[in-house]
């Protein structure tokens, strides 16, 4: 490879593999969606953890090669300690929903509540926002729609916030069960926090259009 070649921006190469992550990080909501709103069908469950996992570790191999990029690239899109926060935070989005997939086991949970599932929609919806908003990331003359988006997921998120301390409160009222409290608890708080996941990828994707639109 001559010098010119090696010095030659990748722009597309980056846009491709934010594009592939969150392509990752909707199949990731809409399976845990899945797996919850479905979650009395004990053998479908498995299936959905197992494919959870696998969504899981093909974003982990997008993050490392965008990763190893960076390293090899000498002209970005935009600057280099940006784009390693944008795809680590997405990143962060499908850990999450690992490890909450992962909680419903550990913690031997055998029935949900309309809140768990109605927290898992919020986070099905928070992360096809993501990937709209990424998409369009390419772009600046998509400005004014990205940052429509990033509005959108702000109050996704809050959304989140409320329908978990409402169904937290209910817990406390209702439950008798003080191991069910508990797990059904931690569950909503995970499912809360990743919604934050994506509202710190939105307040990223927020700054790159405000330093270069």
Request: proline share 2%.
């Given at each position: ?39 009395d069908n ?45 795809i680590s ?125």
């Open positions: 490879m001559s010098l010119l070649s090696a010095l030659m921006p990748r722009e597309g190469q980056f846009f491709t593999m934010f594009n592939d992550h969150a392509a990752l990080v909707v199949k990731g909501g809409r399976e845990l969606f899945e797996l919850l709103q479905d979650y004990v053998p479908g469950r498995a299936a959905r953890i197992s494919r959870i996992e696998e969504i899981e570790h093909g974003a982990d191999r997008v993050t490392r090669e965008a990763v190893e990029l960076l390293h090899k690239t000498f002209v970005t899109p935009f600057d280099r300690d940006v784009i390693h926060r944008l935070r997405m990143d962060d989005i499908l850990d999450l929903i690992q490890d909450t997939a992962e909680s419903l086991v550990l913690y031997d949970i055998q029935h949900l509540t309309p809140e768990a599932i109605h927290l898992a929609n919020l986070v099905q919806i928070c992360c096809e926002r993501v990937q709209a908003a990424v998409v369009l990331l390419s772009s600046m003359k998509n400005a004014n729609e990205i940052m429509k988006i990033s509005l959108d997921i702000d109050g996704l998120e809050s959304d989140a916030d409320r329908v978990m301390r409402s169904a937290i409160s209910k817990l406390f009222r209702d439950e008798r069960d003080d191991r069910q409290l508990i797990k059904l608890k931690a569950v909503y708080e995970l499912l809360e926090a990743t919604t934050d996941k994506c509202q710190d990828v939105a307040n990223v994707i927020e700054g790159v259009v405000l330093e270069n639109g």
